[in-house]
């Protein structure tokens, strides 16, 4: 005789008993993030005391325009007429960063590298003629964001594709957002990763944003990779674990993405700190004198 819910036998999967032994085959966990970068420090080595000398006064520039620098200013250094072997020294003391961008337009090239001093980019441009470099101090390179939605890949036209279940109110509500969205008004996203959509929504939505010229890459926990679309202002802003896992899938309408930015904290530390650079370096050259 069958049971109340038409079932004669107890169902697969329940029950003691009926998982697996965890001292026999061991657990298994999802990866944890790891390999976080931290801020460390580094005094570059004084062999020539005429070469360290000219390196740290570049430095002391650098910290002077931390220090007197505020929110929305961004303090342009040339380096251009610098050396090789200063060049090197200053390279060397201010380290590498967690965020790096490329631009991309029209045959020209910007290739941008934070240093370790958070809200200290090094900018290096090429294009015909010979390469141009300088350092810039602000929260974010305006040059990247100047560039950013002239169209790389230009945005889609056309009717909708079978296949879309919220596109096209998706693509509606960011197209609305972009046009309202002016400078100073706090950021608006939509969520892929908590919001329905299928891969046709997905691929219906950027391409009809574009693919703009600045692509950012932010390596701390993990990795956040932020792309300009075409569209001005919008930007796709992906979290991916310490595996590469996507793990948040995201539309700003913004400025740009704060995740990239050196906060006005992290520019008064990093006076700080290359204060505390500066007092060791000028040590090691009265040492070697």
């Known amino acids: 005789m069958s ?7 107890p169902p697969v999967g329940f029950g003691p008993g009926s998982q697996p032994d965890a001292s026999e085959e061991g657990l298994e966990y999802l990866p944890m993030p790891s390999g976080m970068r931290v801020y460390e420090p580094h ?9 360290a000398a000219a390196a740290r006064a570049v430095l002391v520039r650098i910290q002077r325009a931390l220090a007197d620098w505020s ?32 631009v991309e337009r029209a045959g020209d090239r910007l290739e941008i590298q934070e240093a370790s001093l958070a809200g200290v980019w090094r900018v290096r441009a090429f294009g015909d003629g010979p390469s141009r470099e300088s350092l810039l101090v602000g929260s974010f390179p305006k040059v990247a964001l100047n560039r950013a939605f002239t169209a790389a890949t230009p945005a889609a036209t056309g009717p909708a594709p079978a296949g ?17 969205w002016r400078r100073g008004d706090g950021p608006h996203a939509v969520n892929f990763s908590l ?16 693919v703009g ?11 956040c990779r932020v792309t300009a679309t075409a569209t ?23 400025d740009v993405p ?7 904290e992290d520019i008064a530390d990093s006076a700080e700190r290359l204060g505390e650079i500066l007092d060791a370096l000028a040590t090691d050259l009265e040492r070697v004198r």
Request: proline share 7%; aromatic share 6%.
């Open 3 to 9: 049971s109340l819910f038409g079932m004669t036998h």
């Open 232 to 254: 001005p202002n919008v930007w796709w802003v992906r979290y991916y674990n310490s595996v590469d896992t996507l793990i948040l899938d995201t539309v700003e309408i913004v």
């Open 43 to 51: 005094l570059p080595e004084v062999v020539d005391p005429a070469c």
């Open 164 to 180: 879309l279940m919220n596109g096209q109110p998706i693509l509606t509500e960011l197209l609305d957002r972009s046009a309202a």
């Open 258 to 264: 704060a995740v990239v930015c050196a906060a006005v």
């Open 71 to 102: 929110p929305g200013e961004e303090i342009r250094i040339p380096v251009d007429d610098l050396d090789s072997p200063v060049l090197a020294l200053v390279d060397e003391a201010l380290g590498e960063g967690e965020v790096a961008v490329k």
């Open 195 to 210: 919001l329905p959509h299928t891969p046709e929504d997905l691929a219906f939505v950027e391409q009809h944003l574009g």
């Open 213 to 223: 010229a600045t692509t950012i890459l932010s390596r701390g926990y993990g990795n």
